[in-house]
């Protein structure tokens, strides 16, 4: 995981990847009619851990 982590540029390099990867999700989430808000205040937002619900409690049944 080191010999990774040293290949991709560092610790300073992942995060920015993950921080970018992150950002679009959150992006697409906050835009989108079909799902709601992300679960998460923005200030409050996890790069690991992205959580959503779907628009409505319908959806939300039928995806189960």
Do not use: C, H, I
Not at 28 to 57: C, H, I, Q, Y
């Amino acid at each position: 995981m080191l010999q990774w982590l040293k290949a991709q540029g560092g610790l300073a390099a992942v995060a920015q990847v993950n921080e970018r990867k992150a950002g679009k999700l959150y992006a697409e989430l906050d835009r989108t009619g079909l799902l709601r808000r992300p679960t998460a205040d923005k200030a409050d937002r996890s790069l690991m851990n992205v959580t959503f619900r779907l628009s409505s409690e319908e959806l939300e049944k039928r995806s189960s």
